[in-house]
């Protein structure tokens, strides 16, 4: 099982300048997140997918953010243009759907650190 | 109201010692899963532990327990014999009932160090 793959595993970019951070959930997960990893603001939710359809987005930021996930395997969160203060970790996670109180939990991936000089 | 209430920003343990990190949940949902994960410098989230709200006994895995009081919605997590190794962040995170259609939420985060 290779887990929650993300790419690339470090950014550094220049302002103004269009990011794609890249996921690909685990096999048969049908729910995907979508996290950024502050030391201000900790671990914000920033959207999250079910069966590939955006459930809820209320945690992106502007619209400059964006994220898709075309079909199961693989989903991009998309900064244009990128700031500064976008800087941060990205994660992003897979579960599979069920009962609110079943043993679902959520794998995440390494994380991409982002840096926006 | 904040979902998910870590209110101990950092702690320290001695090694082998036992520690408790607090975490208390908001919710009117009889249905929901409580979770805590280990973060450490390096920065990948770990899975440590589970809790339904339907579960009838305290979760248990090797050195973790979650003592999960469920008429003062609390689900603190409780290390024993502290390692150095567990020195790392811990978030404690719920997901609520179907209406909520699988969103997770996190705390803030206790930040753990264990002294040799």
């Known amino acids: 099982d290779a887990g929650v793959i993300q790419s690339p595993r470090h950014e550094v970019t220049e302002m103004g300048q269009e990011v794609t951070l890249r996921c690909k959930p685990i096999s048969g997960h049908n729910s995907l997140f979508w996290y950024r990893q502050t030391m201000m603001r900790g671990l914000e939710l920033l959207i999250y997918f079910n069966n590939n359809v955006p459930i809820d987005d209320s945690g992106m930021p502007e619209d400059r953010f964006s994220a898709k996930m075309p079909n199961a395997s693989f989903s991009t969160l998309k900064i244009q243009p990128s700031e500064p203060r976008d800087s941060a970790v990205y994660f992003c996670?897979?579960?599979?759907?069920?009962?609110?109180?079943?043993?679902?939990?959520?794998?995440f991936g390494p994380g991409t650190r982002l840096t926006v000089l | 109201a904040q979902k998910i209430t870590q209110t101990q920003p950092g702690m320290f343990v001695q090694e082998k010692e036992a520690v408790t990190l607090d975490c208390t949940y908001d919710t009117s949902d009889p249905s929901y899963g409580l979770f805590w994960y280990k973060q450490p410098s390096s920065g990948e989230m770990i899975f440590l532990i589970y809790q339904g709200s339907y579960d009838q006994q305290n979760a248990t895995e090797g050195r973790y327990s979650l003592n999960f009081q469920k008429a003062r919605k609390s689900a603190n997590l409780v290390i024993s014999a502290s390692q150095l190794g567990d020195s790392a962040m811990y978030f404690c995170?719920?997901?609520?009932?179907?209406?909520?259609?699988?969103?997770?939420?996190f705390g803030s985060g206790t930040k753990l160090n264990v002294k040799p």
């Open positions: 996670a897979s579960s599979l759907k069920g009962l609110a109180q079943s043993y679902n939990e959520q794998f």
């Open positions: 995170a719920m997901r609520e009932g179907l209406h909520n259609f699988n969103k997770f939420y």
